[in-house]
């Protein structure tokens, strides 16, 4: 995407961003940079904290569960952070975000390791989500034209009646504040349905696909001078029978492990106990071995009632309100097993930034551009995770409560992520397909139907049958790690 042209005089906005998080910080930077006049609205008190260590200490808050949940930055967020935002980019650098080569992902049972062109902008950075965020908050603080007001909670919106109401400010908790435009960064549990009703404007169109699972994550860092199994900076995710395992590398050292199990499976309650949860782990031989060389920073943090969700602004070609728009997680939530959220929030962001700069005194057409962007960056990528998640929920029903087997349909000329992730384990091609869409730099179906991919795929998968096989737990050892 092209930079943002900057703007003065009367087309330069007062622009008030509900959400202090990453998506309205990203949005923040961009729209200032432009030329208009933000104010970051947060009800949780986020100043920075003095250092990396000491932003991951005080991560956790309630209203935002994910923030301490392993995050990584994806190919498509860190061509964006290069293109858009680059001292953000360097800033992340600068505080230990560490880079993972494609290579660095590569299987034991990829054959074929030979870089290839366009290897490059198929990079991923491993971080802790805290300091993406402490990055963020110090580069806007510094930002000219960027006000940041923690504290202050906002209860509804300033609007003029019409059909559809024009959005002209927020109530606070500390006052009314006017702005041109008001943008909704508040995240999944946005109210932005409750503040429209206040003005007499429709709701939202909302779409909602099960995600079926819990996550149970903790922070370790490695021991100095340990030898490590594998380099730092993989990224080790297991669909194994009963549950998911993972693993991301992290920066500074640190590491982030994940049990992730069915939602229904009332089993896994005790793994928020860290003993069990180390026990759980440790029936997995490749989270044993990185368990031996670490020691854990924090506690298990539990998350559930996870859904991916999509939201949008226009519903059957009406506009819901203008003057208002939504970006990051009020537009769109998915499986964090894929590390979508970031990337989707810098993408809106951008739109947003680029948005505004077009039309930028005509709220209408600002408002059908987002959506039209919206199904254009956002939509495919959702509809992807749901579809993902449905065909693993079923497998892991079947195996677990003895569910129907899951038939998988065959469509001609397309392959299924699962059939891409098996093949990814053995054939260079399938493989960065494969992380061609983990890294969303492409529209997943578009990777799917790639005569190039679908043959490689089905070739592969005619000789090997599945991916390798990972030694995982029996039923009674996991029962056993279950019990304590």
Known sequence: MAGVLSVEGEH????????????????????????????????????????????????????APQIVQPHLIMARCRQLLIDRLPDVYDAMLGAGVEEAPLSTQMPPSLSDTAPWPGDEPLTPMMTRRSTIDWVLQRTASAQKRVTLRYGVKVTGLLATPGQPPRVTGVRTSRGDLPAHLVIDATGRRSPIDDWLKQIGARASATWQAECGIAYFSRHYRVRPGARLPDLLV???????????????????????????????????????????????????????????????????????????????????????????????????????????????????????????SKHPGDPAAQALAMDSLAGEHVLPFYQDQAAIDAARLAVMRHTIYGAPEPQLPETPGRVSYPQLRAAASYNPAAFRAFWKINGMVCPPEQVYTDPGVVAATQKTLSHYGTAPPVPQPTRDQLNTALAG
């Not at 904290?49 to 956790?60: G, H, I, N, R």
């Not at 194994?240 to 050292?253: H, P, S, T, V, Y």
């Not at 970006?327 to 809106?348: F, H, K």
Request: proline share 5%.
């Open 12 to 63: 330069a906005l007062d622009i008030a961003i509900v959400g202090g998080s990453a998506a309205g910080l990203f949005a923040a930077l961009l729209l200032a940079r432009a030329g208009h006049e933000v104010t970051v609205l947060e009800r949780d008190n986020l100043q920075p904290a003095p250092d990396v260590e000491s932003a991951a200490a005080k991560a956790f808050r309630a209203s």
């Open 234 to 356: 993989t990224r080790i995710v297991m669909a194994l029978d009963e549950f998911l395992a993972g693993k991301w590398g992290g920066d500074n050292g640190a590491v982030q492990l994940v049990v992730a199990p069915l939602a229904a499976d009332r089993r896994f309650r005790t793994v928020k106990n860290p003993d069990v949860f180390t026990a759980v782990l440790r029936t997995i031989p490749t989270y044993a071995a990185w368990l031996d060389v670490m020691d854990p920073i924090t506690g298990v943090f539990p998350m559930a009632g996870l859904h991916n969700t999509l939201r949008r602004l226009v519903t059957e070609g009406t506009l819901v309100a203008t003057g208002l728009h939504a970006i990051g997680d009020s537009v769109c939530t998915t499986n964090p097993t894929l590390g979508r959220g970031l990337a989707l929030a810098l993408t809106n962001a951008a739109d947003l930034a680029d948005t505004v």
